[in-house]
């Protein structure tokens, strides 16, 4: 049971500078971007500005045993950011410096608070690349991405944040500072705590230094669209894409609630049918690519159209981005995150269409068609307890659907506090026990993040 402190005991032991207790900054940090997650009080922020203080405040915390909610940019989805009463809330938004790039190595070493896409922009200057790009990437933290083992649109080639992690510098819960990893090539000295960290949604340490891999430069992609009469439709071609033209860089879905809300945003002019695909290929072969997506796209029954130039490939991904804020402008939403085969996918698409017509829901459906990982959102209004009542069981449907799928509850959100309940659906009594041992290990006195993951 975690024992409260008054706050000034807290404050004494801390940095000088680090500590915010005012209440409408508090307010601001009590949650992320989910819904239908809970929240409470924080009793400070705390805004360490290295590893040494981040260490000085586990340490302060942990001896008083008061929560530690670590908080990268708080563009998460699944409440994994969201305070408890009595916690304090660490924040990483002052740890954002570049320390490194090595272009030999083809590596970077940054603070967690470095926004995604700066990262992206500061390696490219050396003709590098870091792939991970989700939808938040110019308002998301590399620390957020590996706590969550963030995904995005152009994981579909290239993997998933935790597939560029080299290594990690993270504080315990008691202060101590682990170092996992090397920045070799190469590396299986002992147990591969790395891939452990990665995913663990501030549950196991907060991550205070990151190397990631980095890859040459690729060409700028080209973009082809596919419309399709019904969304099943648009998802068969995705599996004929996947066998016939595996080199895509990024396989996008999205149905016509999501379209029209887009267009309906960025006046774009985008095509009203029932789904479209987006599809880019940045490889030296990509026209040839492209040109067997184009076959598969039109023997399932879809118009293609190819991008004219970069700009135009650019501005339909950026329209792509917009997806969930544009539905977020319909009502009050609900996004869910779940991944199935990618041979499933028709089935995924299709309990979604089934899920709707019985709760008389809108769900709009969006995401990464190429990896199986879909985030069907339904929009309901919040006002009315039986809307909202009904949002919440279409989302368990979805989420079981996939499951009964064959597929996981999340692609690349994470657990949170969202889907905390959903681990016992998915994971056997060992791999649970198992997990609860080794958090108890990381965090015995279970500080670090109460109520996410498990
Ligand atoms: C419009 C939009 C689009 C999105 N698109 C995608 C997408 O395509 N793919 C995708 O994967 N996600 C996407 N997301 C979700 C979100 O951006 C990611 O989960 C992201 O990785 C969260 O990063 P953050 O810095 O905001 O982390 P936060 O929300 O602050 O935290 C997320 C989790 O990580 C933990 N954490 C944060 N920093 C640290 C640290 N330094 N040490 C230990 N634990 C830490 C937190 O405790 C929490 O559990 C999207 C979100 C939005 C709003």
Known sequence: MTTLQPTPDLLAGLPDGIAVTDPDILRSYR???????????PLAVLAPRGTAEVAQCLRACH???????????????????????????????????????????????????????????????????????PGSVDFCSIGGNVATNAGGMCCVKYGVTGDFVAALEVVLADGRVLRTGTRT?????????????????GTLGVITEVTVRLRPAPRPPQTLVATFGTPAAASAAVTGIDAAAPGCSAVEILDRTTLRAVDALTHMGLADDAAMLLVQADSADADAVLGAVAEICAAAGGEVARSAD??????????????????????????????VPRGRIVDLVLAVERIAADSG?????????????????????????????????????????????????????????????WLTRELDPVN?????ALRGVFDPDGILNPGVVL
């Open 185 to 201: 090539v190469k590396g299986v000295a002992g147990y591969d705590l790395t891939r452990l960290l990665v995913g663990s949604e």
């Open 31 to 41: 949650r992320d971007h989910s819904r239908f997650t809970d929240s409470g009080s």
């Open 63 to 133: 001896a008083a045993r008061i929560p530690v909610v670590t908080r990268g940019a708080g563009s998460g989805l699944s409440g994994g950011a969201n305070a408890v009463d009595g916690a304090v809330v660490l924040s990483t938004h002052r740890m954002n410096a570049v320390l490194h790039i090595d272009p030999a190595e083809r590596l970077a070493v940054v603070q967690p608070g470095v926004l995604t896409g700066d990262l992206r922009a500061a390696v490219a200057e050396h003709g590098l690349f870091y792939p991970p790009d």
């Open 361 to 421: 829901l809108t769900i709009g459906v969006f995401g990464h068609a190429g990896d199986g990982n879909l985030h069907p959102t339904i929009v309901f209004d919040g006002a009315d307890p039986a809307s909202a009542a009904a949002a919440r069981r279409a989302f368990d449907a979805i989420t079981a659907a996939a499951l009964e799928l064959g597929g996981t509850i999340t692609g690349e959100h994470g657990v949170g506090r969202l889907k905390a309940g």
């Open 432 to 436: 649970l026990a198992v997990q609860r």
């Open 310 to 339: 970069a700009a135009e490939s650019a501005l339909l991904m950026a329209a792509r981005r917009m997806a969930l804020p544009a539905l977020e402008r319909l009502g009050d939403h609900l996004l869910d995150d779940v991944c």
